[in-house]
């Protein structure tokens, strides 16, 4: 049996860490599988892209996950709610699309249920993050720099503010989705309010893979805290398993960790 190809579509892709985590996954288990890197400059190409080399699944990172869930002929629930797909399958020259980065999540938390969620960020992974959290029964506020994106989930039933209104309240779980100190150190938000808002939690979360500045905060303040990488192994790992069609063992989450 040839090797079945798998690819991540994005742009910029050079930094994903995506192929390693599955060839890493591939070699461990001995599957004939191949996964590389993709960049698509026009998101309208995907589809045609995919087919075009020969591709079993993919995944799509930033900027695309809205034109691959166009591109799909069926999705699953986070999918549909989130509008976006991060995992995509052919089967019978259809695509299936998925949303694993919901339930990535949810598996990053590691058992932590939150009764009140305060989500700092308003793109498309607090999309996921919010409807994740809502799944389990959590309250969720979405706090954002800009009114605009924060329409998306107002339309949804979610609590919105921007953060110039946003007040101190009881939040055991905080979570930045923003890209403040991504590449810089900054905090997302008055760093004085934060501060306020942290004291109170029992747990914060950062999307990004850094130290950053809202996780040192954290730190000081002596709260528990996590950083993304973990979010970005499990949405790995339920990828894989989607691609493989196949349920796996949890052994494989570390397999995957060692391999980034
Ligand atoms: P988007 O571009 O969709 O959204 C970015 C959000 O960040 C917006 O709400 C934007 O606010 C806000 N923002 C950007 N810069 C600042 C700033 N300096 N201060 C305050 N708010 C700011 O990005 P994504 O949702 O796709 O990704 C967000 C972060 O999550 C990234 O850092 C990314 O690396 C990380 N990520 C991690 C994953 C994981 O697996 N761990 C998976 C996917 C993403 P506004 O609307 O006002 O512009």
């Given at each position: 049996m040839n090797h079945k190809l798998f690819a991540i579509f994005g742009n910029p892709v050079s930094h994903s860490k995506s192929p390693l985590i599955h060839n890493g996954a591939f070699k461990h288990l001995g599957l004939k599988g191949c996964y590389a890197r993709y960049e698509l400059n026009d998101g309208n190409e995907f589809k045609n892209k995919f087919f075009s080399l020969s591709l079993s699944g993919a995944n799509i990172t930033i900027p695309f996950k809205e034109d691959a869930f166009a591109a799909c002929d069926t999705?699953?629930?986070f999918a549909k709610q989130i509008g976006?797909?991060?995992?995509?399958?052919?089967?019978?020259?259809?695509?299936?699309?998925?949303?694993?980065d919901a339930p990535g999540f949810m598996a990053a938390?590691?058992?932590?249920?939150?009764?009140?969620?305060?989500?700092?960020?308003?793109?498309?992974?607090?999309?996921?993050?919010?409807?994740?959290?809502?799944?389990?029964?959590?309250?969720?506020?979405?706090?954002?720099?800009?009114?605009?994106?924060?329409?998306?989930?107002?339309?949804?039933?979610?609590?919105?503010?921007?953060?110039?209104?946003?007040?101190?309240?009881?939040?055991?779980?905080?979570?930045?989705?923003?890209?403040?100190?991504?590449?810089?150190?900054?905090?997302?938000?008055?760093?004085?309010?934060?501060?306020?808002?942290?004291?109170?939690?029992?747990f914060v979360f950062d999307?990004?893979?850094?130290?950053?500045?809202?996780?040192?905060?954290?730190?000081?303040?002596?709260?528990?805290?996590?950083?993304?990488?973990?979010?970005?192994?499990?949405?790995a790992f339920y990828a894989f398993e989607i691609f493989n069609d196949k349920k796996f063992d949890v052994d494989l989450f570390e397999v995957m960790k060692k391999s980034i």
């Amino acid at each position: 049996m040839n090797h079945k190809l798998f690819a991540i579509f994005g742009n910029p892709v050079s930094h994903s860490k995506s192929p390693l985590i599955h060839n890493g996954a591939f070699k461990h288990l001995g599957l004939k599988g191949c996964y590389a890197r993709y960049e698509l400059n026009d998101g309208n190409e995907f589809k045609n892209k995919f087919f075009s080399l020969s591709l079993s699944g993919a995944n799509i990172t930033i900027p695309f996950k809205e034109d691959a869930f166009a591109a799909c002929d069926t999705l699953d629930s986070f999918a549909k709610q989130i509008g976006a797909v991060n995992t995509v399958v052919e089967k019978e020259g259809k695509l299936f699309g998925y949303n694993t980065d919901a339930p990535g999540f949810m598996a990053a938390l590691d058992g932590f249920i939150p009764k009140n969620t305060l989500i700092l960020g308003a793109g498309g992974t607090a999309r996921a993050i919010a409807f994740a959290l809502k799944s389990v029964g959590s309250n969720v506020l979405v706090a954002n720099r800009s009114k605009e994106r924060l329409l998306f989930f107002k339309e949804r039933g979610f609590e919105t503010v921007v953060f110039d209104e946003l007040q101190i309240g009881d939040f055991d779980l905080i979570v930045n989705t923003t890209s403040a100190g991504l590449k810089d150190d900054t905090f997302p938000m008055s760093d004085t309010l934060l501060e306020a808002l942290m004291s109170k939690a029992s747990f914060v979360f950062d999307c990004i893979y850094r130290d950053t500045p809202f996780l040192k905060m954290a730190e000081r303040l002596g709260i528990q805290k996590k950083d993304g990488i973990d979010m970005l192994l499990w949405q790995a790992f339920y990828a894989f398993e989607i691609f493989n069609d196949k349920k796996f063992d949890v052994d494989l989450f570390e397999v995957m960790k060692k391999s980034i």
